[in-house]
């Protein structure tokens, strides 16, 4: 069946540009999660959704960082005006329900470079 | 706090050979644990979980873990390495916050020597 899926799968932008980086999570996913990798570290949390509502974006490193899912489907991770420190690769992923038990399911992610 | 140490970067085994993994973490709870393994260019995929029970863990791909909760641990075994296990591995915590999402650790870079 279809998992995570994300595009692009690589991105490659100039320091200053906006980039959209989008997520589709399994059909059906209540829970959405964004996730950033920097090169040889863990994921680290970015943001979650619950349907349509964005219930929690701690993890965001700075208003540059903006996210939505606004049908409760699909998610859109946007940065604007890219850093070099931006360059990582974002993970989506998305889970069945809400609360604790919960398995999560990765996307392929998408890999940032800012020149 | 709720954080994962995983403390060895790299390991070296020769195929055939076992192996284990280490992960501490800390965590004022239960804690709900998992192991990953990401190959390059892949997505994490799940190897096994523990939410409560049993604390011997089997997972895909004939791994298995062992939650001590004395020592604060959930260490990641495999009995015979193939070369194709060959991969970044990372044990998580899931939080009890942000919902449910999870904690990583820097991960284990697994490698495979014939």
């Known amino acids: 069946g279809a998992g995570v899926s994300q595009s692009p799968r690589y991105k490659v932008a100039k320091r200053g540009q906006d980039v959209a980086l989008r997520c589709d999570p399994i059909s059906g996913h209540v829970s959405l999660f964004w996730y950033q990798q920097a090169l040889g570290q863990g994921p680290e949390f970015l943001t979650y959704?619950?349907?349509?509502?964005?219930?929690?974006k701690s993890g965001l490193p700075s208003d540059r960082f903006f996210a939505e899912r606004p049908e409760g489907s699909v998610s859109t991770l946007k940065i604007q005006r890219t850093q070099q420190e931006d360059s990582a690769v974002y993970l989506c992923?998305?889970?069945?329900?809400?609360?604790?038990?919960?398995?999560?399911?990765f996307g392929p992610g998408t890999r940032l470079t800012v020149l | 706090a709720q954080s994962v140490t995983q403390p060895d970067i790299h390991i070296t085994v020769s195929e055939g050979a076992s192996l284990e993994l280490r992960c501490n973490y800390s965590y004022g709870a239960t804690p709900y644990l998992f192991w990953y393994v990401q190959s390059p260019g892949q997505g994490l995929q799940l190897l096994l979980k523990y939410f409560s029970g049993d604390t011997l863990v089997q997972g895909i791909k004939g791994f298995e873990a062992e939650f001590k909760r004395s020592q604060s641990s959930f260490n990641l075994r495999k009995p015979s390495v193939h070369w194709s296990d060959a991969a970044e591995y990372f044990c998580?915590?899931?939080?009890?916050?942000?919902?449910?999402?999870?904690?990583f650790g820097k991960g284990t870079s697994l490698l495979v020597t014939p």
């Open positions: 959704f619950q349907n349509e509502a964005q219930l929690d």
């Open positions: 992923a998305s889970s069945p329900l809400t609360g604790a038990y919960n398995e999560q399911f």
């Open positions: 998580a915590l899931q939080r009890g916050d942000s919902g449910y999402a999870l904690n």
